[in-house]
């Protein structure tokens, strides 16, 4: 990792999410949730810079009240990675790599950072982010699980909510996750400067529509995504069901 370029980390936060809206600001253990988030980013020696984007000034107002720093980002962004686009593009944030931890993942920590950003200093590469080895067999073939296959140089050549790569002569689970060849994807990211502003002028994504994974758009346009293996795996807060598991894992530390 190259110490002589400017890490930022920018944490989205869209407050009416669609699945469990207003959860970026529930209590989780007494504490908005926004507040975890940024106690696990900040924890982080890697960045040199660390904001929440935002889109409401409710969020605003619980983001000050535990001494975080915020950006007001438009309403209209239907991704995290627009919020960064929009930053990088606008130049009200400068940096030459950005990292994309969304407002909803308290449980990252910095090994998974530094998996991410482990080649950020080659200059051929333009963005960045992390596969885990499926070791659950009903994660194969489950399409709430991103799969994600590599060329031999690291780079993903396609990401899907099927079983990717098919295996036509094997259809049991137990057998192909023998096989260590199944890789779910970790959804964290990480961008270039230049991959931005690539990202902004990108249209609409036949495979992205059919996937709804938005990286799919990225390679549809020829963006170069580096992928490295992490041993870890996300916990994002998605359901107020999640939110309870956060309750338990906590209690538990």
């Known amino acids: 990792m190259n110490k ?3 890490i930022v980390c920018v944490i989205p936060a869209r407050l009416d999410s669609v699945r469990f809206p207003r959860k970026i600001i529930a209590p ?6 926004l507040a975890w988030v940024w106690d696990a980013v900040t924890r982080c020696s890697i960045f040199n ?3 929440f984007a935002i889109d409401s000034l409710e969020s605003a107002a619980v983001i000050e009240s535990f001494g975080g720093r915020y950006v007001m980002t438009s309403a209209t962004c239907k991704s995290g990675t627009d919020r ?3 930053l990088c593009t606008s130049g009200k944030i400068t940096a030459d790599v950005w990292v994309n931890w969304q407002g909803d993942e308290p449980f990252v920590n910095e090994m998974m950072i530094a998996s991410l950003l482990a080649t950020s200093d080659q200059t051929n590469q333009e963005m960045w982010t992390l596969k885990k080895l499926i070791t659950d067999p009903q994660e194969i073939h489950s399409p709430k699980v991103a799969k994600v296959v590599c060329n031999a140089y690291g780079q993903a050549i396609y ?3 099927a079983a990717i790569p098919f295996f036509r002569d094997e259809q049991d689970p137990l057998k192909l996750v023998a096989k260590q060849t199944y890789f779910k994807h970790v959804g964290l990211y990480a961008y270039t400067s230049q991959a931005l502003h690539k990202i902004a002028t990108m249209g609409k994504s036949s495979l ?5 994974l938005e990286q799919l758009r990225f390679l549809e346009y020829g963006l170069r995504i580096q992928v490295h293996e992490t041993t870890h795996d996300v916990f994002g807060i998605d359901t107020p069901e999640d939110l309870l598991r956060a309750e338990r894992r906590i209690a538990n530390v």
């Open 4 to 6: 002589q370029k400017k």
């Open 28 to 33: 989780l253990q007494g504490r908005p949730l």
């Open 49 to 51: 810079e660390v904001l």
């Open 84 to 86: 960064l686009v929009e």
């Open 159 to 161: 990401f899907s909510r």
């Open 208 to 212: 992205e529509d059919a996937e709804k």
